[in-house]
């Protein structure tokens, strides 16, 4: 491993001069502080990436790569080399632009310590000095159901004390009840190389070794009864019992006895965070489960994250022994590093697998299931935690427009059609200043023949708020119509006629002057454009603008494929939108050469597009 550093030289200078091997780059901004860690196979051709075409990056990219002053990188001897070099940087330094990870709560632990006598015990608090820790335990329960079956099992003291800090003569201590039990005849008393193999037994059961545990206690039990130590044999039947009443309560989820880890993530795009969960399977028996909320996903794919969440978690503190197999919910999107570093821990190749059908996939529909329920758990928390603050801007736009109560849920809506042609509305919804993407609404206009913007917007609002009122949904606190007097009268007389009017407000925002128009007045309300207020307003119609173009973009293009390209004989839906997302539009499909469609699509059905348009080839 190496180390490339000099403040002196350009960042596009040292880009040139970077090797071709895997490694570690960080970028830095003028203050010297951490922008961003990231690895790569080729080091070159990763960090040159971010500095070409910015067009093929996304905003929160484009405005990091502005921010960077300095280059840093580290080279490494393999891709597993720089994973954990990676995983360990944004760990110390928690760059703003990596995905940051949250957990809701601090996970009970078992702790086996790094001892000639070993103590096993509860904890919270994982600490690096060579101890082993087995878990994260979902709850308190289950880490409590272990403990006592390992009290049971091996007559183990298991308190979150040291004996050789106990002062005998003052008793047990009243908060480690166990002590009662153990305190004449504690388990640090026993022969080193007995306490040793209890332990080795403890470890097995803590990795949900249980069946291959249970087979060594019959032969040990049939050894000792054998050789008429009968008093030792009674000992070995009540671990055996005290294990199999354990085994029994564990839930058996695959058909053989398999060892695997199965990660999946879920994305709320309203909270702008996801949740991975994970479910270790031992022996075909899910042992626990773990989850973590991601942080900093905006404009990252699944498969990014769900990279990024089990890389996070091998190379951390939560990771056990390493499974015969790795199960994901979406293709990772390059898991060669990752591979290797599986490998080379295990010493062997490590399936990494995302399954279509079967058990197993049942198993990741069930994380998906818990990662959403845990997404809903932790909306509810920042929904309760945002009613506690109502946003400035919300404060402001109700003094401005003189309102009766705080616009906290703002519903827009807009228009959109070429020439009257696809005609549609969008209608988006802002809550305490911020989008809630799931209350989103789009309308294709029914009634309405030609670009009549009036009577569109009174036909989607009777639509609208008829089914608010006939399925008692949530009523908002303000309605926003895009357009001046003309529209916000549509508006107006849609509610009255469904017998909706007055049971919110609602106003027009005229694009030109950024007027606004509210009923029974005349003239229009000016709210300074260095206002919150005005900006929230505009925050609020551009996002229904954009909606609306979206879905009316979307429309016509299937209209498209449907009326163009789907015509022509062997060409399917799938092929018609590969055709469109690469070429960009049906005519430069059919202005394109033979040798351009074929290396598109294949040369049988590039031949069929290109004759269809252009005859047959001379």
């Given at each position: ?12 200078e040292?880009v040139d001069h970077?090797?071709l ?5 960080m970028?830095?901004d ?11 196979k ?9 500095f ?11 405005v990091?790569?502005?921010?960077i002053?300095?280059l840093?990188?580290i080279?490494?001897d393999?891709?597993?080399e720089?994973l954990?070099l ?36 509860p904890t919270?608090t994982?600490?690096?000095?060579g ?5 994260p335990?979902d709850?308190?329960k289950?880490m409590?159901r272990m403990?006592?079956?390992i ?11 040291s ?9 047990a201590?009243k ?5 009662d039990?153990y ?5 640090g ?9 209890t ?11 249980t069946n ?36 029994k ?16 993530v879920k ?7 996801a949740?991975g969960v ?5 022996e ?9 909320f ?11 994250m ?5 890389e996070d ?10 499974p ?7 293709e990772l ?5 990752l591979?290797?570093?599986l490998?080379e821990?295990r ?9 279509q059908r079967?058990e197993?996939a049942?198993?990741?529909?069930m994380?998906?299931s818990?990662a ?10 920042k929904e ?6 109502i946003p400035?801007?919300?404060k402001?736009?109700?003094e401005?427009?003189?309102?009766d ?18 005609p ?9 200043a911020?989008?809630r993407k799931?209350s ?6 029914k009634?309405v ?9 009174k ?14 949904e949530?009523i ?6 895009d357009?001046?007097?003309g ?5 107006v ?7 909706f009017?007055g ?8 694009k ?17 454009k260095?206002?919150?207020a005005?900006?929230l ?15 009316h973009?979307?429309k ?9 390209l789907?015509?022509i004989?062997?060409?399917?839906e ?9 070429f960009?539009?049906?005519?430069t ?7 351009e469609?074929?290396?598109e699509i294949?040369n ?6 290109f004759?269809?348009f252009?005859?047959?080839?001379e």
């Amino acid at each position: 491993m190496s180390n490339e550093h000099n403040p002196d030289v350009d960042v596009k200078e040292k880009v040139d001069h970077l090797p071709l091997s895997p490694g570690v780059y960080m970028f830095k901004d003028k203050k010297d502080r951490l922008l961003y860690v990231g690895k790569a196979k080729r080091l070159r051709n990763r960090v040159r990436s971010y500095f070409q075409d910015s067009s093929d990056h996304d905003g929160r990219i484009r405005v990091m790569i502005n921010k960077i002053e300095d280059l840093e990188v580290i080279v490494t001897d393999s891709e597993a080399e720089a994973l954990i070099l990676e995983n360990n940087l944004i760990k110390k330094h928690q760059p703003r632009y990596n995905i940051l990870y949250r957990d809701d709560k601090t996970y009970p632990y078992i702790c086996v310590t790094n001892a000639d006598r070993p103590r096993v015990f509860p904890t919270r608090t994982v600490i690096n000095d060579g101890s082993k820790y087995f878990g994260p335990y979902d709850s308190v329960k289950h880490m409590k159901r272990m403990l006592e079956t390992i009290r049971k099992a091996f007559n183990l003291c298991t308190c979150a004390v040291s004996r050789k800090n106990i002062d005998r003569t003052k008793g047990a201590p009243k908060w480690h009840s166990c002590f009662d039990d153990y305190l004449e005849s504690c388990s640090g008393d026993w022969n080193i190389e007995e306490y040793q193999a209890t332990i080795e037994k403890v470890e097995r059961m803590l990795n949900g070794r249980t069946n291959a545990l249970i087979q060594d206690l019959k032969e040990e039990m049939s050894i000792a009864s054998e050789a008429l130590e009968y008093e030792k044999a009674a000992r070995i039947r009540d671990s055996l019992q005290a294990v199999q009443k354990y085994s029994k309560k564990m839930k058996m989820v695959a058909g053989k006895k398999v060892d695997r880890d199965l990660f999946a993530v879920k994305v709320d795009e309203e909270i702008n965070e996801a949740c991975g969960v994970l479910f270790k399977v031992r022996e075909g028996k899910l042992i626990s489960k773990f989850h973590r909320f991601l942080k900093n996903i905006k404009h990252l794919e699944k498969g990014e994250m769900l990279q990024s969440f089990v890389e996070d978690y091998y190379t951390g503190q939560y990771a056990g022994a390493i499974p015969d197999e790795v199960y994901v919910s979406d293709e990772l999107k390059n898991k060669e590093p990752l591979a290797q570093y599986l490998w080379e821990e295990r010493g062997k190749k490590v399936r990494v697998h995302r399954p279509q059908r079967g058990e197993k996939a049942k198993m990741i529909r069930m994380a998906l299931s818990n990662a959403k329920l845990l997404l809903g758990e932790r909306k509810l928390e920042k929904e309760k935690a945002a009613r506690k603050h109502i946003p400035h801007s919300v404060k402001e736009l109700k003094e401005r427009l003189n309102l009766d109560r705080l616009p906290r849920r703002i519903e827009c809506f807009d228009n959109s059609n070429l020439q009257g042609s696809d005609p549609v509305a969008s209608m988006v919804c802002f809550v305490d200043a911020r989008p809630r993407k799931s209350s989103y609404k789009r309308f294709n206009i029914k009634t309405v023949e030609g670009p009549d913007d009036f009577a569109s917007m009174k036909e989607v609002l009777s639509r609208r708020y008829k089914r608010v009122m006939d399925d008692k949904e949530q009523i908002p606190d303000l309605i926003v119509v895009d357009g001046g007097k003309g529209q916000l009268s549509s508006a107006v007389s849609a509610l009255k006629e469904i017998g909706f009017y007055g049971q919110c407000e609602i106003i027009g925002l005229a694009k030109r002057l950024e007027e606004v128009f509210v009923p029974d007045r005349s003239k229009s309300i000016m709210i300074p454009k260095k206002s919150s207020a005005l900006k929230l307003l505009q925050k609020v119609r551009d996002e229904a603008h954009r909606f609306a173009v979206d879905f009316h973009r979307d429309k016509r293009s299937k209209r498209t494929i449907k009326t163009e390209l789907t015509q022509i004989n062997g060409i399917g839906e799938k092929t018609a939108k590969q055709l469109l997302k690469s070429f960009g539009s049906v005519n430069t499909v059919r202005e394109s050469s033979l040798e351009e469609l074929q290396e598109e699509i294949g040369n049988k059905t590039g031949q069929k597009v290109f004759t269809y348009f252009n005859g047959e080839k001379e």
